[in-house]
């Protein structure tokens, strides 16, 4: 019964800024890597950044330096704060995680989407 839920995502104008949020819920044991991608209209879905249970991160070219992934364990949350965004981020974004439910088992899990739109 392991969930995750996506929010903040919506409407904004070219250079603003957006701060999605994921958030797991369930019973489970620990989250280890996670991940934002995102999915544009006509277009495959793409890894936008992932980040480790020990916070080392990684970013897609399209976004370093305006993109910053980050997690609350104690919150079992993830974030993606979204700076100077551009029209061509326009996309479903969706969150991912390797979440342990188990002493051996580790499960992968997608939440459901938000979609962020960037336009005047």
């Known amino acids: 019964q392991v969930r995750l839920v996506e929010s903040g995502g919506g409407l904004v104008q070219p250079g603003g800024s957006l701060r999605l949020s994921c958030a797991a819920s369930?019973?489970?044991?620990?989250?280890?890597?996670m991940g934002w991608y995102r999915q544009a209209p006509g277009k495959e879905r793409e890894l936008v950044a992932t980040?480790?249970?020990?916070?080392?991160?990684n970013y897609a070219e399209s976004v370093k330096g305006r993109f910053s992934i980050s997690r609350n364990n104690a919150k079992a949350t993830m974030y993606l704060q979204m700076n100077t965004l551009k029209p061509e981020d326009t996309a479903v974004y969706y969150c991912?995680?390797?979440?342990?439910?188990?002493?051996?088992?580790?499960?992968?899990?997608w939440g459901q989407g938000t979609q962020v739109t960037v336009s005047s």
């Open positions: 991912n995680a390797d979440i342990r439910v188990g002493i051996t088992l580790r499960n992968h899990y």
């Open positions: 369930g019973t489970f044991f620990s989250i280890d890597a």
């Open positions: 980040i480790t249970s020990g916070d080392t991160t």
